[in-house]
């Protein structure tokens, strides 16, 4: 007896191959970028320890309440779901990061005097880029496809996260102060998957399905999980320059974390390259269905069926940096206004542009607002406050992406960060 399947949640497929490519990524989760101590104002000559947390999860096309319902197993209705398929675009993305370090340095108190810094931090990156079709398909199934192509081309994801251990020097000049610095990286865990190649065809009555893939898959060696286990490493160089063009106005720039990890020798590699029909499956025991499907389906076979193979060896990935432009403006006494422009290497990411402005409210407190486009979300609204506790010390609360608490139903993003700051 032959059962045939219309949908692609079907035990085969939705089991064990979408998920591989789609359901590692969303559960996790633009970017939550810590500030350069040497770009903020106040601190010459100090000794400063700075504690910072942060995470931000944006996309161009998920809204906050589609993945929190997702994350957290709640039930997707069909008003959410066709929401959220009619922000799609041909092209998607969305991005997570969440990060938590300690730093501290030793800030130049006078023109040609050095400085130092150093930082310890954890970090967790996730990315992906994907085709309305492949979203489309994981969350409404195939039927809505019948007799026509799904295009899953060029959709891919990585996670990772490592431990950084950062320091280096901090040069003041008469007018400018810069900075380079040197980063060593403990990789803890990295999964990747590329589909350069991928179609599905759903023939119109459900009778069969054709699916043509070539992926390629990466993962670190999961077998070694303990904090002294190093699964890889890595180095990053660090670059800071911030110039004071007059009394009003200074540009920054910066690049962070350029550089690269090597994973180790156990890590697996699995690539395919193939085309196959699938056209239902085979019960040989109508009463003992679950045994009848499930039965002989191994990791193995899966590979075999997608025509795949794996080995095992050593590869380097590089690190998902950034670099940024700022320029601010101190148009008034309590005042300022500010632009600009961050980019993210190697992580599915648009051009971040942000316009805002920091506003004295009093002696301890500032306030700051932001306007944004980019990253891995579109429209951005960000919100914080600068407050001195005492006289030696400072926090700051801050968020990107205010709308997605705000409006969660509409909203792609959201965030928060977390900062501070004691100097003596």
């Known amino acids: 007896m032959q059962i045939l399947t219309t949908y692609l949640n079907s035990p085969k497929l939705n089991r064990y191959f979408f998920p591989f490519l789609l359901l590692m990524a969303l559960p996790f989760g633009a970017m939550a970028q810590q500030e350069n101590i040497a770009f903020r104002s106040g601190y010459d000559g100090q000794f400063v320890i700075s504690a910072d947390g942060s995470f931000d999860i944006g996309s161009n096309a998920i809204t906050?309440?589609?993945?929190?319902?997702?994350?957290?197993?709640?039930?997707?209705?069909?008003?959410?779901?066709?929401?959220?398929?009619?922000?799609?675009?041909?092209?998607?993305?969305?991005?997570?990061?969440?990060?938590?370090?300690?730093?501290?340095?030793q800030m130049p108190d006078t023109s040609s005097a050095w400085g130092y810094y150093a930082s310890i931090n954890n970090i967790l990156h996730l990315d992906m880029g994907f085709t309305e079709d492949l979203f489309r398909l994981y969350f409404g199934g195939n039927k809505q496809y019948a007799g026509k192509t799904a295009e899953l081309s060029k959709s891919n994801f990585q996670l990772l996260s490592y431990r950084q251990l950062k320091g280096g020097f901090i040069k003041q000049g008469n007018n400018s102060i810069w900075g380079l610095g040197l980063s060593f990286i403990k990789g803890e865990n990295y999964v990747s998957g590329q589909m350069n190649k991928g179609s599905l065809f759903t023939e119109e009555d459900g009778l069969y399905i054709d699916l043509e893939t070539q992926?390629?898959?990466?993962?670190?060696?999961?077998?070694?999980?303990?904090?002294?286990?190093?699964?890889?490493?890595?180095?990053?160089?660090?670059?800071?320059?911030?110039?004071?063009?007059?009394?009003?106005?200074?540009?920054?720039?910066?690049?962070?974390?350029?550089?690269?990890?090597?994973?180790?020798?156990?890590?697996?590699?699995?690539?395919?390259?193939?085309?196959?029909?699938?056209?239902?499956?085979?019960?040989?025991?109508i009463i003992n269905l679950g045994d009848s499907i499930f039965n002989g389906f191994t990791t193995d076979s899966i590979l075999d069926t997608l025509n795949a193979t794996s080995s095992k060896g050593a590869f380097s990935r590089l690190l998902p940096g950034y670099l940024s432009v700022a320029y601010q403006n101190q148009i008034k006494e309590k005042i300022a206004l500010n632009a600009g422009l961050i980019y993210r290497l190697n992580a599915n990411y648009f051009p971040y542009i942000y316009f805002g402005s920091d506003i004295k409210l009093g002696d301890k407190v500032n306030f700051m607002g932001r306007l944004s486009y980019g990253g891995y979300a579109t429209l951005g609204l960000g919100l914080g406050f600068d407050f001195s506790l005492a006289r030696f010390l400072d926090l700051r609360i801050y968020s990107n992406h205010v709308e997605g608490y705000l409006l969660p139903g509409a909203a792609t993003a959201q965030g928060v960060a977390i900062n501070l700051t004691a100097h003596f």
């Open 64 to 105: 906050s309440k589609f993945l929190k319902n997702f994350y957290t197993g709640q039930f997707l209705d069909a008003e959410l779901k066709d929401k959220t398929f009619k922000k799609l675009g041909k092209r998607n993305r969305i991005g997570f990061d969440l990060n938590y370090g300690l730093r501290i340095a």
């Open 215 to 285: 992926l390629k898959a990466q993962m670190s060696d999961t077998s070694n999980t303990t904090f002294s286990d190093f699964v890889g490493w890595g180095l990053g160089v660090d670059f800071f320059y911030s110039a004071q063009l007059n009394d009003k106005s200074k540009l920054n720039f910066e690049v962070a974390d350029f550089g690269f990890i090597s994973w180790g020798s156990k890590s697996l590699t699995i690539e395919n390259d193939t085309s196959l029909r699938f056209e239902g499956i085979e019960v040989d025991n």
